[in-house]
């Protein structure tokens, strides 16, 4: 099986694949601090508890946004798996074309993203991603496979964090969808304009770029708060939350068949 690992700066999420099916997937606390060592317990506690043998591992491939946890778990799969992992960067032959003026400054989740998004939907014309992670992620992708670049903004979590540190009287509320927009009570107004509020950034985001883009793409939305916030939004034609790992699979795929 494939060991699909993306690393973020809050969570990190695991996917094992057998072939192009999902079979197993986990979302963990990004923990900075954790060695190789640490990392081959906390992963076959998980495998024990699913009833996964490394053994069964063939293939590992990481995308990651923290360097020094990219350094431990690389550490980890070459010394205790005996397996060297693919890890993706703006230099790995992903068949994305980056047309950004330092490419070596995007993100391998966006990278990752993008080659999915493409892979899948490269028949509707352009493609934008909303990635709702630490930060809210805006990709553009076109209908040449041409990664044109993207928008970064405050993400929902860190935003909301914000909310509660700053303002005193307000207290911290559950993030699910309120009856209405119009909030009758604290909690009900904090939620609607956590919820709505990203929505309508998304819209008015997604808005512009289509502009740009002459007006016609796809809008995919991923990520862990995608399933909550997507549907809110008038923009968003699907919600995919596993997006990131099925780019993985595909950037795999793509480099074992290819002798990359």
């Not at 699913?50 to 990219?70: G, R």
């Not at 930060?135 to 509660?164: M, Q, R, W």
């Not at 969808?177 to 909690?187: A, L």
Request: glycine share 10%.
């Amino acid at each position: 099986m494939l060991l699909a690992i993306d690393v973020g700066n809050t969570h990190i999420v695991m996917g094992l694949y057998k072939g192009e099916k999902l079979i197993k997937d986990w979302r963990i606390s990004t923990n900075r601090q954790k060695t190789a060592d640490e990392w081959i317990v906390d992963i076959g506690g998980l495998f024990y508890y699913s009833k996964i043998t490394w053994e069964e591992i063939f293939a590992i491939i990481i995308s990651s946004v923290v360097p020094n946890l990219t350094n431990e778990l690389k550490k980890m799969a070459t010394e205790y798996i005996g397996i060297e992992p693919i890890v993706v960067n703006y230099e790995l032959d992903t068949g994305l074309k980056i047309k950004l003026d330092k490419p070596e400054e995007i993100g391998a989740d966006r990278i990752v993203n993008a080659v999915a998004a493409y892979e899948k939907f490269a028949d509707k014309g352009n493609i934008i991603v909303a990635d709702f992670g630490t930060a809210t992620t805006y990709d553009a992708i076109n209908s040449k496979g041409e990664y044109l670049g993207g928008a970064i903004a405050p993400g929902i979590g860190i935003s909301v964090e914000a909310l509660f540190s700053y303002a005193a009287k307000l207290p911290r509320v559950e993030l699910t969808k309120p009856p209405g927009v119009i909030g009758r009570n604290t909690v009900e107004s904090m939620q609607s304009g956590i919820i709505y509020g990203f929505a309508s950034q998304v819209d008015g985001m997604v808005t512009k770029m289509k502009a740009e883009l002459g007006g016609q793409a796809i809008v995919l939305a991923t990520g862990g708060l995608a399933p909550l916030i997507g549907p809110e939004c008038s923009t968003v034609d699907r919600v995919d939350k596993y997006l990131t790992l099925e780019g993985l699979r595909i950037i795999h795929s793509k480099i074992t068949r290819e002798g990359k």
